[in-house]
């Protein structure tokens, strides 16, 4: 196996990054909902008072190969605030390349999101994941995080463009 580095994203991985969050986006059937731009991923995530924290994972060539690290998958997550826990990450993507998984790399993005999120003070990182999509699910719960809908019945909501602008206008 390839040597593997997880790193803090910079702004020269932006298309890389676009690259996978389409990937996944077609890999969760949803290719066609996704509107962010290049630009607007350097915008919000490298600017004085970012949106958006990432951090990317590359495979390091042997040192006798003249090849550039190759990125290969990215953990992509911001700070948030719970009233009862204080403190908190959310881990909005985690992606590895298909040819890639199985490697542990998936793993090694969430466990530097989780040292981020300690070394911030968090008290949990939270996340979200397909009902469909069991791979994820059991990686999760193997690492040892807990199924909000399971343990508690917790559902996620979202107001989207029109529904917020009709709410907000009234």
């Given amino acids: 196996m390839a040597s593997v580095r997880i790193r803090e994203a910079e702004e020269g991985d932006c298309g890389d990054i ?3 969050i389409r990937e ?3 890999y969760e059937n949803l290719l066609d909902q996704v509107k962010i731009s290049e630009e607007a991923l350097r915008a919000d995530g490298f600017g004085d008072n970012p949106f958006f924290h990432c951090v990317v994972a590359e495979i390091l060539p042997p040192h006798s190969e003249p090849q550039e690290p190759r990125v290969v998958g990215y953990g992509l997550y911001y700070f948030i605030y719970s009233t ?3 403190r908190s990450v959310y881990l909005e993507d985690v992606y590895v390349m298909p040819e890639y ?3 542990g790399i998936g793993s ?3 466990k530097k999101v989780t040292e981020v999120a300690l070394d ?3 008290s949990q990182l939270r996340l979200s994941v397909l009902d469909w999509n069991k791979r994820a699910m059991n990686l999760y719960k193997a690492l040892g995080a807990q199924d909000l809908t399971e343990a508690e019945g ?3 909501f979202c107001f989207r463009g ?3 602008r009709e709410f907000a206008g009234n």
């Fill in 120 to 122: 911030k003070g968090c």
């Fill in 24 to 26: 996944l986006a077609d």
């Fill in 101 to 103: 998984r199985s490697q």
């Fill in 162 to 164: 029109e529904a917020m």
């Fill in 18 to 20: 676009l690259r996978m």
């Fill in 84 to 86: 009862w826990k204080g």
């Fill in 154 to 156: 917790w559902h996620n």
């Fill in 108 to 110: 090694k993005i969430i």
